[in-house]
């Protein structure tokens, strides 16, 4: 007998469930995609036009779905905001489509540590800024309704090139003192989702929380020193102020999610900007 197709919604369709759908589309999964504007989303995608913080627009979400993914992502940097997004969409959507398989996309945020200590998934979360307690606020009410928590760390790949960006113009960290930098491409997003549905399709455990961050925390100054001379920003342009940090100093310890086996399609910084920048 021919095993069904799983389904999956996916709920804040942005760039990284844009990603995931596609494979898992290619792999014969049905995917919904959910987001305020669908125009987006590409084929074979199932689009549904819905608003994550209006329960009435989520009444005719599918229930019956395997999987869900909550991936949304916030448009401002603000309190209530935040809240809006990461702790009532949660519940919006448990509400509306109940999942036993029900995945909810954190970040290394929720850490508060500022003294480039090697955190994991047993540290301490104690998050010094509205951000990360938001975010963890979200973990709980996920994990509450037997949700797994997956945390990435600094996000970076196509369109997303803020620190590119301020290489280029010449804002750079100081060398001292140390603040460590951790990172994870979009395509290693969409591809430890992928492995981790694909582990609890199989019915492999996977449950609690994951950490999700490249096998090579840096000092921040060093990585824009290399992107410094791989942009061929010339010495004296390299005198502006580094972007202000919230994530603090820390070092992101992916030894869980890789005990699972996932391998990591870009390991360290060097890998994943030379696929960005190409010839640059």
Same mark, same amino acid.
């Given at each position: 007998?021919?095993?069904? &197709?799983?389904?999956?919604?996916?709920?804040?369709?942005?760039?990284?469930?844009?990603?995931?759908? +596609?494979? +898992?589309?290619?792999?014969?999964?049905?995917?919904? #995609?959910?987001?305020?504007?669908?125009? #987006?989303?590409?084929?074979?995608?199932?689009?549904?036009?819905?608003?994550?913080?209006?329960?009435?627009?989520?009444?005719?979400?599918?229930?019956?779905? @395997?999987?869900?993914?909550?991936?949304?992502?916030?448009?401002? $940097?603000?309190? &209530?905001?935040?809240?809006?997004?990461?702790?009532?969409? =949660?519940?919006?959507?448990?509400?509306?489509?109940?999942?036993?398989?029900?995945?909810?996309?954190?970040?290394?945020?929720?850490?508060?540590? @500022?003294?480039?200590?090697?955190?994991?998934?047993?540290?301490?979360?104690?998050?010094?800024?509205?951000?990360?307690?938001?975010?963890?606020?979200?973990?709980?009410?996920?994990?509450? &309704?037997?949700?797994?928590?997956?945390?990435?760390?600094?996000?970076?790949?196509?369109? %997303?090139?803020?620190?590119?960006?301020?290489? %280029?113009?010449?804002?750079?960290?100081?060398?001292?003192?140390?603040?460590?930098?951790?990172?994870? !491409?979009?395509?290693?997003?969409?591809?430890?989702?992928?492995?981790?549905?694909? %582990?609890?399709?199989?019915?492999?455990?996977?449950?609690?929380?994951?950490?999700?961050?490249? @096998?090579?925390?840096?000092?921040?100054?060093?990585?824009?020193?290399?992107?410094?001379?791989?942009? !061929?920003?010339?010495?004296?342009?390299?005198?502006?102020?580094?972007? =202000?940090?919230?994530?603090?100093?820390?070092?992101?310890?992916?030894?869980?999610?890789?005990?699972?086996?996932?391998?990591?399609? $870009?390991?360290?910084?060097? #890998?994943?900007?030379?696929?960005?920048?190409?010839?640059?």
């Amino acid at each position: 007998m021919k095993t069904p &197709a799983k389904k999956i919604l996916i709920a804040g369709c942005g760039d990284i469930g844009t990603r995931l759908g +596609l494979q +898992l589309a290619a792999q014969g999964w049905k995917v919904y #995609a959910l987001r305020r504007n669908t125009s #987006a989303l590409p084929p074979p995608l199932i689009a549904i036009g819905a608003d994550l913080g209006d329960p009435a627009s989520l009444r005719a979400l599918p229930g019956d779905v @395997d999987f869900v993914l909550y991936t949304a992502t916030a448009a401002r $940097f603000d309190e &209530a905001h935040y809240r809006a997004v990461y702790v009532d969409g =949660v519940r919006n959507v448990l509400a509306a489509s109940p999942s036993p398989n029900f995945f909810f996309v954190s970040s290394s945020a929720v850490y508060g540590q @500022d003294d480039g200590a090697w955190v994991n998934e047993e540290s301490a979360t104690a998050p010094r800024h509205f951000n990360g307690r938001v975010m963890l606020e979200g973990e709980h009410v996920a994990r509450a &309704a037997g949700g797994v928590c997956v945390r990435f760390s600094g996000i970076y790949g196509p369109r %997303r090139t803020r620190l590119v960006d301020a290489v %280029r113009r010449g804002q750079l960290a100081p060398a001292s003192p140390v603040v460590f930098s951790n990172r994870i !491409h979009v395509e290693d997003c969409a591809g430890v989702l992928a492995h981790l549905f694909a %582990r609890r399709a199989a019915g492999d455990e996977v449950r609690g929380v994951y950490l999700a961050s490249d @096998d090579a925390p840096a000092p921040l100054a060093e990585v824009q020193r290399w992107l410094a001379g791989r942009l !061929h920003v010339p010495a004296g342009q390299r005198t502006g102020a580094a972007p =202000v940090r919230r994530a603090g100093s820390k070092r992101c310890d992916n030894a869980l999610i890789k005990k699972h086996g996932y391998r990591f399609l $870009f390991p360290d910084y060097k #890998a994943g900007y030379r696929a960005m920048l190409g010839a640059d």
